[in-house]
Nanobody, 123 residues
Framework: VQLQASGGGLVRAGGSLRLSCAASGRTFGNYAMGWFRQTPGKRREFVAAITFSGGGTNYADSVKGRFTISGDNAKNTVYLQMNSLKPEDTASYYC?????????????????WGQGTQVTVSS
């Protein structure tokens, strides 16, 4: 599985961005997908996850109510809609795929990773 993340950029606080993660090599049907983010010197942290088998989602407390994860099986793409962005959301965002159907929130639970896409939120 190869993952290609895109959609990052520079936005003012309160603005929105939509990240996309396109997968090749396998279909999403049997995978859990997730988004993580990382800033220099800090550990990669969980943002959101989705399972395509049951449609379940999970979010970090810091993004609940502002971010929405969704997926399109036909396009083999997972999205992260980010609204009401804050400067503290500034990070490099990574998508990941896990060969399981349950929600995965730990980085160690993922088998495949895309490259990061930078999100910068100015105050």
């Amino acid at each position: 599985v190869q993952l290609q993340a895109s959609g990052g950029g520079l936005v003012r606080a309160g603005g929105s961005l939509r990240l996309s993660c396109a997968a090749s090599g396998r279909t999403f049907g049997n995978y859990a997908m997730g988004w993580f983010r990382q800033t220099p010197g800090k550990r990669r942290e969980f943002v959101a996850a989705i399972t395509f088998s049951g449609g379940g989602t999970n979010y970090a407390d810091s993004v609940k109510g502002r971010f929405t994860i969704s997926g399109d099986n036909a396009k083999n793409t997972v999205y992260l809609q980010m609204n009401s962005l804050k400067p503290e959301d500034t990070a490099s965002y990574y998508c990941a795929a896990a060969s399981r159907r349950a929600i995965v929130v730990l980085t160690t639970g993922y088998d495949y990773w895309g490259q990061g896409t930078q999100v910068t939120v100015s105050s």
